[in-house]
T-cell receptor, first 113, second 112 residues
Framework: GESVGLHLPTLSVQEGDNSIINCAYS??????FIWYKQESGKGPQFIID?????DKRQGQRVTVLLNKTVKHLSLQIAATQPGDSAVYFC????????????FGTGTRLTIIP | DTAVSQTPKYLVTQMGNDKSIKCEQN?????MYWYKQDSKKFLKIMFS???????INETVPNRFSPKSPDKAHLNLHINSLELGDSAVYFC???????????FGQGTRLTVV
């Protein structure tokens, strides 16, 4: 079946540095992607999303890049802060509005003070 | 106000028992979900309801039965609990299926 996977299960970054979290997906029909952040003891929280008709989208300190050719998604977090420490998930769906979200396995990001 | 709230937050119970987890959303969303997150943080959808109708039912044992009395509520009842049911269960809602979902705080279920 289709799957959404992450290259690195853990990532440690010095506070103030930029971080990049990567995600590979295998469903070429995927047309909607979301990044979620999950802090300890809490539910996943929406960060940013992107449709397949775009290759880049920016938010506050976060940027999502989509490369449909190699089915790769990344989340860039600029000027990391201790509060960025969390598990980050990518999720994908096809036929936006009619298909369920499939979540990746997650990357634990630790910000080192 | 909490957008998606689920109760209880923690649930410890013995094997063979029946238990329920409740979920309510005040966002006016049409779609609600139950997800299971295992000890490795893998998050997998179990069920989805749209306007009280079941639209997604993944391969979940029939000991798990969702119930949606109205579109703001989606409860999860589990019969004959097993050790492998231990996990964190998340309720979520969205305006459309697969759209941006809002998650509850989770219910940590421990079966002993």
């Amino acid at each position: 079946g289709e799957s959404v996977g992450l290259h690195l299960p853990t990532l440690s970054v010095q506070e103030g540095d930029n971080s990049i979290i990567n995600c590979a997906y295998s469903n070429s029909a995927s047309d909607y992607f979301i990044w979620y952040k999950q802090e300890s003891g809490k539910g996943p929280q929406f960060i940013i999303d992107i449709r397949s008709n775009m290759d880049k989208r920016q938010g506050q300190r976060v940027t999502v890049l989509l490369n449909k050719t190699v089915k790769h998604l990344s989340l860039q977090i600029a000027a990391t802060q201790p509060g960025d420490s969390a598990v980050y998930f990518c999720a994908e769906a096809s036929n936006f509005g009619n298909e369920k979200l499939t979540f990746g396995t997650g990357t634990r990001l630790t910000i080192i003070p | 106000d909490t957008a998606v709230s689920q109760t209880p937050k923690y649930l410890v119970t013995q094997m063979g028992n029946d238990k329920s987890i409740k979920c309510e959303q005040n966002l006016g969303h049409d779609t609600m979900y139950w997800y299971k997150q295992d000890s490795k943080k893998f998050l997998k959808i179990m069920f989805s309801y749209n306007n009280k109708e079941l639209i997604i039912n993944e391969t979940v044992p029939n000991r798990f039965s969702p119930k949606s009395p109205d579109k703001a509520h989606l409860n999860l009842h589990i019969n004959s609990l097993e050790l492998g049911d231990s996990a964190v269960y998340f309720c979520a809602s969205s305006q459309e299926v697969s759209a941006r979902s809002f998650f509850g705080q989770g219910t940590r279920l421990t079966v002993v």
